[in-house]
T-cell receptor
Framework: EAGVVQSPRYKIIEKKQPVAFWCNPISGHNTLYWYLQNLGQGPELLIRYENEEAVDDSQLPKDRFSAERLKGVDSTLKIQPAELGDSAVYLC???????????FGEGSWLTVV | QKEVEQDPGPLSVPEGAIVSLNCTYSNSAFQYFMWYRQYSRKGPELLMYTYSSGNKEDGRFTAQVDKSSKYISLFIRDSQPSDSATYLCAMSAVTGNQFYFGTGTSLTVIP
């Protein structure tokens, strides 16, 4: 069974440029998460989807970040414009509703210069 | 106060040592407890998953939960250089699909 797939793995962009990350969750997993992980820190939730619905986006900086999950499967996280402080790892994870554990992708490593 | 506290280390041990990694938490509603291993430049990989109190063993790894003390541990026996990674604890309540993570403990096993 394929795990959570993310792309791109690495991205270097100049500040003020846009960037987008894509995630394909484990097949059948209805809950999808985007986390931010800074160096030396644990993952911090940005947004959680239950199927197509964003049920928790309270920590998503909505002035520059947006996300979508079309058809309740793949998801895209966008940053526009990027700032130097956005340099971090963006982790996508998924879970099967009712199962209290989540599975992560390899992450998308963003460097803003 | 953070919901989950974890000593960031770093922790350095010789090969073959027993490693103990720990987390404390404040929310008594947490019932599910997880340990993830994260290698450098990789995503977190689920290592151990336990429900409520007690021990769970998987090969060289043992996860222990003490709900009365709000304390969880991961023991690694006969540690190997390949165990060098950051270990994250995570936990959740019965409902809500919300997970709370520690900051991770960096472990280096020296050959």
């Amino acid at each position: 069974e394929a795990g959570v797939v993310q792309s791109p793995r690495y991205k270097i962009i100049e500040k003020k440029q846009p960037v987008a990350f894509w995630c394909n969750p484990i097949s059948g997993h209805n809950t999808l998460y985007w986390y931010l992980q800074n160096l030396g820190q644990g993952p911090e939730l940005l947004i959680r989807y239950e199927n197509e619905e964003a049920v928790d986006d309270s920590q998503l900086p909505k002035d520059r970040f947006s996300a979508e999950r079309l058809k309740g499967v793949d998801s895209t996280l966008k940053i526009q414009p990027a700032e130097l402080g956005d340099s971090a790892v963006y982790l996508c994870a998924s879970s099967l509703g009712g199962r209290n554990t989540i599975y992560f992708g390899e992450g998308s490593w963003l460097t803003v210069v | 106060q953070k919901e989950v506290e974890q000593d960031p280390g770093p922790l350095s041990v010789p090969e073959g040592a027993i490693v103990s990694l720990n987390c404390t938490y404040s929310n008594s509603a947490f019932q599910y407890f997880m340990w993830y291993r994260q290698y450098s430049r990789k995503g977190p990989e689920l290592l151990m998953y336990t429900y409520s109190s007690g021990n769970k063993e998987d090969g060289r790894f043992t996860a222990q939960v003490d709900k009365s003390s709000k304390y969880i541990s991961l023991f690694i026996r006969d540690s190997q250089p390949s165990d060098s990674a950051t270990y994250l604890c995570a936990m959740s309540a019965v409902t809500g699909n919300q997970f709370y993570f520690g900051t991770g403990t960096s472990l280096t096993v020296i050959p």
